[in-house]
């Protein structure tokens, strides 16, 4: 790691204006993420700006809105009493995601600021178009079962990494943003960026930005939600497939249902289309197989990926089965 510098920031304000004053700055919070990528040459800065004195680490909720502070750690939000109990997809998604140790350290926006595990981005004697734009991506005809299936191309095939991001996606979350020109809010599903030609673009945050705050709509169907995550192993793993789900039923019609996938896209992968094919009609094995369908109608699978056509879809079902048999 070669030598930077570094700066404690006291406000919010003030550490996005030290961000915009040192060139190659970057933001660092519990560094679970970045400090390894700084570790093994992946990405480079001269000079960390510490977020940790900030006071951005409340989680609220009022009679609207869920207001997640990005300084909040990932336990901390998973344990709070009213997460689990009135957006449990939140707190599962936490849970689910890396050590324990990890979740005592990392800060949700830094959590929404990770970097995909691509092998080939984190070795930096590979070729990736995200770490060094226009040197080619070897996934696209290498090792790739972990990619993905979705929103790829010839540039880039790199899954997002991040489980809560695609449980903040289910539920229509909106991140807010303060940077040199003034705070901002934009809504998570256009927040994370497809890759097209530019995949070391990853999110719309503009130069010098910084996330403060995610608010997530309070509705009834958040209640009833849950996030199932497919890996290798059980313990510190990114997920294969995971779906995150809400649901509300009468009877067995769905009244309100929202989805979202990971480890299938190259961001948060949110279809409403699949969502369509399922609201207003009853919950059957026949709906949820054609919603399954819709899900990976565009699927792009690669040589070792292919696999994850079908295994999505069986997480799909398990995770609607499971809701809709509570009612």
Known sequence: MRN???TVARTPADAVRTAAGIANSTFVAGGTDLLNLMRDGAETHDHLVDLNRLDLDD??????????GALARMRGVAEHPRVRREF????????????????????????????TRCGYFRDPGSACNKRDPGSGCPAVTGRNRGHAILGGGD???ATHPSDLAVALTAL???VRLLGPDGARSVPIAD??????????RETAARPG???TRVDVPRTRVAADSRYLKLRDRATFEFAVVSVAAAL???GRVVRDVRLAFGGIGTRPWRDTRVEAALLGRPLTEAAIGEAGRVLVRDADPRTENGFKVELVQRALASVLNELGGKR
Not at 59 to 68: A, K, W
Not at 97 to 104: D, E, F, I, K
């Open 88 to 115: 449990p997809v939140l707190s599962e998604a936490l849970l689910a995601s890396a050590s324990p140790q990890v979740r005592n350290m990392a800060s949700i926006g830094g959590n929404l600021s990770q970097r």
């Open 59 to 68: 989680v609220t909720l009022d009679g609207q809105t869920l207001r997640i």
């Open 248 to 250: 509300r039923t009468r």
């Open 4 to 6: 930077f510098g570094y």
């Open 155 to 157: 540039h880039c095939i």
């Open 191 to 200: 927040f994370y960026l497809l890759p097209g030609t530019t995949p070391d």
């Open 209 to 211: 930005e910084l996330i």
């Open 172 to 174: 229509d979350a909106t």
